[in-house]
């Protein structure tokens, strides 16, 4: 085990300084010149290529495209060593050793951390891992790309799946198993993720004060990002102990107090004897942590909602898009301070669109005088639609939120060279728009396969989150940012405080407004359509539309829809309230970094607060957003746009926490700073209590009978034949496999998850979340259950031939979910794998005669 996990630390390194060159080169604003992010940079440049070439045809999709898009990488990088200077180049590198030995060492570090959590616990077993295996083998046994989908033959992968193309890369360089590599790949996120956002904040800090001192302190940036978590570890420890609670009238149990937190399984009677264990809960106690949100519909009905946080997701171990994307979304991070940090550039003054009208005059300009012809001409865009565009590829979601992210700093340096203008404005969309398509282009065949479950916008009517539960989520982040804006708005000058009321009241009430105004639309479109009803096409399916989404929020009944749920919200104004004195703090502040009036502005008051204050500003759009409306998908609620949003508020918020929580402990002295430092231990102590009791009941038990393993197939030791006929089918020829079809989040569809195989059918529900729908399913579950069954030939061969099945499994999940008939494949087909419990027929290739033979 060590031999391999050495060997994919050291991939990986060789692969950041092979991208180094180009990062160098590119940007040259940080003081790091990109070498925290190069290992990112490496892998996503990588993985374009290899796709790309393997997606034209131009190279298979094997170890020969892989190590043909490195060459390619690597001759970008020599170009860039080349425009640099190689004497430039390594001069600069021989005086960062200080920062050299502090990132490698927090890579290594991470890196070997994670290892030891995932051998812990290897099993690809349950949650989404065994559709994560899937695509990984599936990459893996495809010649050319798109690869194939594992879970429905004769389709390709309708997913983001750009980060299982990255795993699968490495996979190949290291020529390591897919299942010990897909543990491998978790432990490595976690590391690229612990490195970018050090260098994040190492780029913020470094601008003032020592490099040694902002080597230290960067640290606080991955421990923020990937070990603090919410509150819920701590609420576990006191419900465990009992606190708050006593005993009734009738001897039960009572809690005000739990009641009003509300969140579910603590709202319920501790376990006697009380300790301060939470793992002593029955279930899995540290689940809940991911589900301290809670919606009610206007029925008074709860509804399910995710509230994923990093350290939780690595612990869950699930090699999921929004997992995937981390590195990658701190690299664009990187570009977006980069950009932040670089002297004023000369792009035209005339926008895109007033260019567009003087040319359909005949008297425009040439077009490179432009605003965004400026742009169009610098390498920094196109990294940046690089980037970006692979971002879409990897979890769709952040596309849109780190192209805002990277124009908003960008109209944010010209209103601090220009001054304010309704100019920036159309700075930031031309810029966006021009990004978003660039970012598409670059990725166009990954579009031309890819099916979206988005339905479009739907008003937030019932559902909202209350405030306790919004700082049990987010609380060990806003603290430490709360005291720093209070720190800034006493010590600058030139602050607006009407200015950040009036767009907090613009933003949360017109929110607000939109959504109840949507929601008017859905009931007036009701009424209109019910009135027609039974006269069908378009009207009738209007009405069933408008019927969903009332019984999605809990009632029909404008009144009780509109202002019942107004007076719930008017209740309940944690949420809002926060939002909005956060939102109007933050944008009051923007105006004073141009001041420098004061000994403090002066002196220790830094430009990169403005950078802080934009991604608070970021934050604060993704957490209000679905307070009044969420994407409409597959499961018609708001969960998964407050798990996306969400996950990503923490990720901006933490890197802000971070450096508030340095600037704050650098910058106040005496009885305050003695204060800050005891709240700020408090709520860091509070925060570590989820990680504290996750790690040692993950790693409590070694020794005892468990042993570290990277093998994610180890469950399937105790069951040998399985194992043997999956191992069979990995390096059979490929060919479309039939098995037993089963519910999502089980063992079913397990051949072709683990040898990469193509199946008829494998989980349908996530197929039909992938595809919007179950059009491309068909029959196709009933049909495998008419294959197993029937004991007629005909119907057997006419199923295989339309699938154009070539193998047939027949194992204990077949004769268990299926009164199975073998008699027949046994007659007809060759049987080309055995074990006590596992049969595997092969159907022949010339299907037409030899499956109609008497």
């Known amino acids: 085990m060590v031999g391999t996990v050495m060997l994919w630390y050291i991939v990986v390194t060789l692969l950041g300084w092979l991208a180094f060159p180009l990062a160098f080169r590119l940007l040259p604003h940080l003081a790091d010149r990109g070498y925290t992010f190069s290992r990112a940079l490496g892998l996503l440049l990588g993985g374009f290529l290899f796709w790309m070439l393997a997606s034209l045809r131009l190279t298979p999709a094997d170890g020969g495209g892989a190590w043909l898009a490195l060459g390619l990488t690597a001759l970008l990088s020599g170009w860039a060593l080349r425009q640099t200077g190689r004497r430039t180049f390594w001069g600069w590198?021989?005086?960062?050793?200080?920062?050299?030995?502090?990132?490698?060492?927090?890579f290594l570090g991470a890196f070997v951390l994670w290892v030891l959590m995932r051998a812990g616990n290897p099993e690809i077993l349950g949650t989404?891992?065994?559709?994560?295996?899937?695509f990984i083998n599936a990459i893996l046994r495809s010649p050319t790309f798109p690869p194939h989908d594992p879970w429905l033959s004769g389709y390709a992968i309708s997913y983001y799946y750009f980060g299982y193309v990255i795993i699968a890369l490495l996979t190949r360089l290291t020529g390591v198993d897919s299942a010990v590599a897909f543990n491998l790949g978790s432990a490595m996120w976690f590391a690229l993720t612990s490195l970018g956002a050090y260098g994040v904040l190492y780029n913020l800090l470094t601008r003032r004060g020592t490099v040694r001192k902002a080597a230290a302190w960067a640290v606080l940036a991955p421990l923020f990002?990937?070990?603090?978590?919410?509150?819920?570890?701590?609420?576990?420890?006191?419900?465990?102990?009992?606190?708050?609670?006593?005993?009734?009238?009738?001897?039960?149990?009572?809690?005000?107090?739990?009641?009003?937190?509300?969140?579910?399984?603590?709202?319920?009677?501790?376990v006697e004897p009380f300790s301060w264990n939470p793992t002593r809960r029955p279930g899995i106690w540290w689940w809940r942590a991911s589900r301290v949100l809670q919606d009610f519909d206007a029925a008074g009905n709860s509804v399910e909602v995710i509230d994923e946080f990093p350290f939780f997701s690595y612990y869950l171990g699930d090699l999921h898009p929004h997992v995937l994307a981390m590195p990658f979304v701190l690299l664009a991070v990187g570009l977006a301070l980069n950009l932040f940090q670089r002297p004023p550039r000369t792009e035209g003054e005339m926008g895109a669109a007033r260019w567009l009208?003087?040319?359909?005059?005949?008297?425009?300009?040439?077009?490179?005088q432009t605003h965004l012809g400026g742009w169009l001409r610098s390498a920094d865009f196109w990294l940046a639609a690089l980037v970006m565009g692979g971002l879409s590829f990897l979890n769709t979601w952040d596309f849109p939120i780190y192209v805002g992210l990277f124009c908003l700093v960008y109209a944010f340096t010209r209103f601090e060279a220009l001054g304010w203008s309704w100019g920036r404005v159309w700075e930031f969309l031309e810029l966006g728009v021009a990004l978003g398509v660039a970012g598409v282009g670059l990725y166009l065949p990954f579009y031309v396969g890819f099916s979206s479950q988005a339905g479009g916008i739907l008003p937030s009517v019932s559902f909202f989150t209350r405030g306790v539960n919004f700082w049990v989520m987010f609380g060990t982040l806003l603290l430490p940012i709360a005291a720093w804006l209070i720190w800034q708005w006493s010590q600058r000058t030139g602050t607006n405080f009407r200015a950040g009321l009036r767009l907090a009241a613009g933003v949360i009430f017109g929110l607000w407004a939109f959504s109840y105004l949507l929601a008017g639309m859905i009931l007036a479109v009701a009424a209109l359509t019910g009135a027609r009803l039974g006269q069908g096409g378009l009207n009738d399916s209007l009405y069933s539309l408008s019927s969903l989404f009332f019984q999605l929020q809990g009632s029909a009944d404008a009144r009780d829809l509109l202002w019942g749920t107004l007076a719930r919200r008017l209740l309940s104004p944690g949420t809002w309230l926060t939002l909005?004195?956060?939102?109007?703090?933050?944008?009051?502040?923007?105006?004073?970094?141009?001041?420098?009036?004061?000994?403090?502005?002066?002196?220790?008051?830094?430009?990169?607060d403005g950078f802080v204050l934009l991604l608070l500003l970021t934050g604060l759009a993704l957490t209000a957003v679905p307070e009044f409306v969420y994407l409409r998908d597959q499961f018609g609620w708001r969960m998964n746009t407050i798990?996306?949003?969400?996950?990503?508020?923490?990720?901006?918020?933490?890197l802000a926490a971070a450096y508030a929580s340095v600037m704050l402990w650098q910058t106040l002295g005496g009885a305050k700073r003695w204060v800050f430092?005891?709240?700020?231990?408090?709520?860091?102590?509070?925060?570590?209590?989820?990680?504290?009791?996750?790690?040692?009941?993950?790693?409590?038990?070694?020794g005892q009978g468990r042993a570290l393993s990277l093998d994610g197939t180890r469950f399937l030791q105790n069951n040998p034949d399985e194992l043997d006929a999956i191992r069979f089918l990995r390096q059979a020829p490929l060919g479309t496999v039939a098995e037993a079809v089963g519910g999502q989040y089980t063992s079913y569809a397990r051949m072709a998850t683990f040898s990469g195989q193509p199946n008829v059918l494998g989980w349908p529900g996530h197929e039909a979340q992938w595809r919007g729908g179950g059009e491309e399913m068909g029959s196709r579950q009933s049909d495998i259950e008419l294959l197993y069954r029937t004991s007629r030939w005909e119907e057997a061969a006419n199923i295989l031939e339309r699938y154009q099945i070539r193998y047939v499994v027949v194992g204990s999940l077949e004769t268990g979910t299926y009164p199975v008939n073998e008699v027949k494949f046994q007659k007809r087909l060759k049987l080309v794998f055995q074990r006590e419990s596992v049969r595997i027929y092969e159907v022949p290739q010339s299907t037409g005669t030899a499956l109609d033979q008497p």
């Open 93 to 106: 590198l021989r005086g960062q050793k200080t920062l050299i030995l502090s990132a490698e060492g927090l």
């Open 225 to 270: 990002l990937l070990v603090v978590s919410n509150f819920q570890g701590s609420l576990d420890m006191l419900h465990a102990r009992g606190a708050f609670w006593s005993p009734g009238p009738d001897g039960t149990l009572q809690s005000p107090f739990w009641q009003w937190v509300g969140i579910k399984e603590v709202d319920q009677p501790p």
């Open 677 to 702: 430092g005891v709240l700020w231990g408090l709520v860091v102590i509070l925060s570590l209590a989820y990680p504290f009791w996750a790690v040692n009941e993950r790693l409590g038990g070694l």
């Open 357 to 368: 009208v003087s040319w359909l005059s005949g008297e425009a300009a040439p077009f490179s």
């Open 128 to 134: 989404e891992k065994p559709m994560e295996m899937a």
């Open 643 to 654: 798990f996306k949003f969400y996950f990503q508020a923490w990720l901006v918020w933490s």
């Open 580 to 608: 909005f004195g956060l939102l109007a703090a933050v944008w009051g502040l923007l105006p004073a970094l141009r001041k420098t009036e004061t000994p403090f502005e002066q002196g220790k008051a830094r430009r990169e």
